[in-house]
Each structure stands twice: as structure tokens, then as C-alpha cells.
């Protein structure tokens, strides 16, 4: 059974930044659409990037310029490096594989990102 | 800043249908984007539970049924059982976005 399991959270000051990891076990995530997804306390879900397997990246508006989203193929791990933290950034992020029929199929534990001081 | 619109809260007793809209726009629903559906445990991931609008992935039981008409989509949960109380999230594309747009949310409770 394919799974994803992330790391890196933790908490961070305004303006500081983090690095998550997210590995995949029974999964390809060099031929995989990853994405990050993140849930702020008490909120719904948004989404917030993907890595496709060709290397292209989007990003949504909320997070663009401020994070970056990459992949070491070697380790089956894709990373998120978030810059510029802000309060709103504060959230549960989830590691998610997503293909074109059936969206986000496989989902990690999540790991908590606080932006305080 | 959700882009589809889901009711906050649906309940019933055990046993009886409930359903949770999700009403969307011309450019993501209404575009003919598929609509994928999912169930939160508070505390737990997301699991997807309905994809391709009506289609239920191995292991979801039958109870749940998924539909889209236009630029709205809806989940059907029969025979409503206490292990469905969560949080459900409809789930598509948006053309202006160009991205994944989930819809606000919906807390389903069994009374």
C-alpha cells in the first residue's frame, strides 16, 4: 500500500524559515503529481502546491514566492521550503500524490507548522 | 478564500439519507471538471471517498453515492451510520486558478 510520511514542522518566528520532507513508500514520487495541501486551525482544506512529474511547478497565490517546492529522486522525497513565514502560514501540511483520474489518493499524516513569536 | 461552497453543518438519525451540495462556478464545476470527494476524521488526514463525480474508490462502502449537474456536485450518504460523522470536502479544478480548489466544508453529525 502506497503511503507518505512528512516531517519538518515545528515552530518558527515571523519571518523565519521551515523545510518539510515528505518520503513515499510503495510510491514513485519521481513519477507522481505530488502536492502540498495545509489546513489552519479549525479551517478547511486549501491547496497549496504541485510538483509534476516533469518538473513543473504551480503555486497557489497565498504562498507564491515564499515557498518552494522540489523533489530528490534519489530519497523518493519531496521537499518544501517555506521563507518569510507569516501567522496565516500556521497550519497542518499535508503531503498528498494526486494522478489526472481519481485527485488526491494517497495522503500523509500531515505535519504542524506554528508562526509565532 | 474556497471558490466552492459546501453547507457547514448536515445531520440525521442512523439510518437515514442525508446529501451535502457543492455549488461551484463556470469555471471549475461548471467548466466540466471532475468533482472528488472527502471524508475527515478530526485529528486524521483527509481519505478520498468519490472521484470522477460518482465513482467510489476500493473499500468505500455503496452508502455513498456522488452526482454533478451543471456547476453544482453533491454527495448522498445512505443509510446514514455513526462511524460517517466527519468533515467532507468536495474537490475540483478551476480554470482561472488553474489549480485545485476545494469547496468550504461540510461537518456531517449522526443524531
Known amino acids: 500500500e502506497a503511503q507518505l510520511v512528512e516531517s519538518g514542522g515545528g515552530l518558527v518566528q515571523p519571518g523565519g524559515s521551515l523545510r518539510l520532507s515528505c518520503v513515499g513508500s510503495d510510491l514513485n514520487v519521481r513519477d507522481s503529481f505530488m502536492n502540498w495541501v495545509r489546513q489552519a486551525p479549525g479551517k478547511g482544506l486549501e491547496w497549496v502546491s504541485i510538483l509534476y512529474p516533469d518538473g513543473t511547478i504551480h503555486y497557489a497565490d497565498s504562498v507564491k514566492g515564499r515557498f518552494s517546492f522540489s523533489r530528490d529522486n534519489s530519497k523518493n522525497t519531496v521537499f518544501l521550503e517555506m521563507n518569510s513565514l507569516r501567522g496565516e502560514d500556521t497550519a497542518v501540511y499535508f503531503c498528498?500524490?494526486?494522478?489526472?483520474?481519481?485527485?488526491?489518493?494517497?495522503w500523509g499524516q500531515g505535519t504542524t507548522v506554528t508562526v509565532s513569536s | 478564500q474556497s471558490v466552492l461552497t459546501q453547507p457547514p453543518a448536515v445531520s440525521g438519525a442512523p439510518g437515514q439519507r442525508i446529501t451535502i451540495s457543492c455549488t461551484g462556478s463556470?469555471?471549475?464545476?461548471?467548466?466540466?471538471?471532475?468533482v472528488r470527494w472527502y471524508q475527515q476524521v478530526p485529528g486524521s488526514a483527509p481519505k478520498l471517498i468519490m472521484y470522477d463525480n460518482n465513482k467510489r474508490p476500493s473499500g468505500v462502502p455503496d452508502r455513498f453515492s456522488g452526482s454533478k449537474s451543471g456547476t453544482s456536485a453533491s454527495l448522498a450518504i445512505t443509510g446514514l451510520q455513526a462511524e460517517d460523522e466527519a468533515d467532507y470536502y468536495c474537490?475540483?479544478?478551476?480554470?482561472?486558478?488553474?489549480?485545485?480548489?476545494f469547496g468550504t466544508g461540510t461537518k456531517v453529525s449522526v443524531l
Open positions: 463556470s469555471s471549475n464545476i461548471g467548466a466540466g471538471y471532475d
Open positions: 498528498a500524490r494526486s494522478t489526472i483520474a481519481e485527485g488526491l489518493d494517497v
Open positions: 474537490q475540483s479544478s478551476d480554470t482561472i486558478l488553474r489549480h485545485f480548489v
